[in-house]
């Protein structure tokens, strides 16, 4: 699902690492990347992670609550 299509992003991220920009310094930026994307899961891990962040989100009061935002102001639900 989310594994192939982020290689080219880390492909693209990795060709700017050695960019002067700040937001490409420290040893840990590289790393939170590949963290993000969760690129050590096998596809059935990142299945179910997804499956959990998806169902967390349903039941959470924030994403309620932010639903009734976006409904207010902008007629999206």
């Given at each position: ?53 998806v ?23």
């Amino acid at each position: 699902a989310a594994l192939p299509p982020s290689r080219p992003c880390q492909s693209r991220f990795l060709l700017r690492a050695g960019s002067q920009l700040p937001c490409f310094h420290g040893s840990s930026t590289i790393r939170n990347l590949k963290e993000r994307f969760h690129m050590n899961m096998t596809e059935e891990q990142l299945q179910l992670l997804v499956e959990q962040m998806v169902d967390g989100s349903m039941r959470s009061i924030t994403t309620k609550l932010y639903d009734g935002f976006q409904y207010l102001t902008n007629g999206i639900m």
